[in-house]
T-cell receptor, first 110, second 109 residues
Framework: DTAVSQTPKYLVTQMGNDKSIKCEQNLGHDTMYWYKQDSKKFLKIMFSYNNKELIINETVPNRFSPKSPDKAHLNLHINSLELGDSAVYFC?????????FGPGTRLTVL | QKEVEQNSGPLSVPEGAIASLNCTYSDRGSQSFFWYRQYSGKSPELIMSIYSNGDKEDGRFTAQLNKASQYVSLLIRDSQPSDSATYLCAVAYGQNFVFGPGTRLSVLP
């Protein structure tokens, strides 16, 4: 009965690899987000989708590509991983004024 | 550039005291304001939302909003060690939510 779920919870990989993080929400929300939280705990929006359409695309390297197959899912694919990509990535969804967050995926690039 | 500012802390208060957390924002057009709490290793969880000037109380928490001064605060009364966490201020700009850097609160027993 988890509202917003993400997989995997932890991801450890080598520089240069390609990886994906999956997100699903069962709240019936129309809007989904990807946020990145760095080591200083700063939570920054990366992307937002509304009903499968991209509505926010902050200044993010084009190695990051979101995909929304339907409004309940928003996946994040990262190409050619770099050390600076190490962070916690949170998926969130919103059906009204504020987002609900998933548990996060801790990505470590070695 | 829409910005949200907070003191990073840490803010240390003794158990039972009032903890006061502050936040300022740059865009006068903002209408919705939120406080999230984030325990170490966990995701942010919403604790308060406020939309109009004045105070809003929920249990031990009071959110205060002053749109003229572009200022939002969170008061935690009778602070408990379990309140020790990072508190994130968030401001809604349309469908975008901009978060402040968070204030780390430590409640000392």
């Amino acid at each position: 009965d988890t509202a917003v779920s993400q997989t995997p919870k932890y991801l450890v990989t080598q520089m240069g690899n390609d990886k994906s993080i999956k997100c699903e929400q069962n709240l019936g929300h129309d809007t989904m987000y990807w946020y990145k939280q760095d080591s200083k705990k700063f939570l920054k929006i990366m992307f937002s989708y509304n009903n499968k359409e991209l509505i926010i695309n902050e200044t993010v390297p084009n190695r990051f590509s979101p995909k929304s197959p339907d409004k309940a899912h928003l996946n994040l694919h990262i190409n050619s991983l770099e050390l600076g990509d190490s962070a916690v990535y949170f998926c969130a969804s919103s059906g009204g004024p504020r987002p609900f967050f998933g548990p996060g995926t801790r990505l470590t690039v070695l | 550039q829409k910005e949200v500012e907070q003191n990073s802390g840490p803010l240390s208060v003794p158990e039972g005291a009032i903890a006061s957390l502050n936040c300022t924002y740059s865009d006068r057009g903002s209408q919705s304001f939120f406080w999230y709490r984030q325990y170490s290793g966990k995701s942010p969880e919403l604790i308060m939302s406020i939309y109009s000037n004045g105070d809003k109380e929920d249990g031990r928490f009071t959110a205060q909003l002053n749109k003229a001064s572009q200022y939002v605060s969170l008061l935690i009364r009778d602070s408990q060690p379990s309140d020790s966490a990072t508190y994130l201020c968030a401001v809604a700009y349309g469908q975008n939510f901009v978060f402040g850097p968070g204030t780390r609160l430590s409640v000392l027993p």
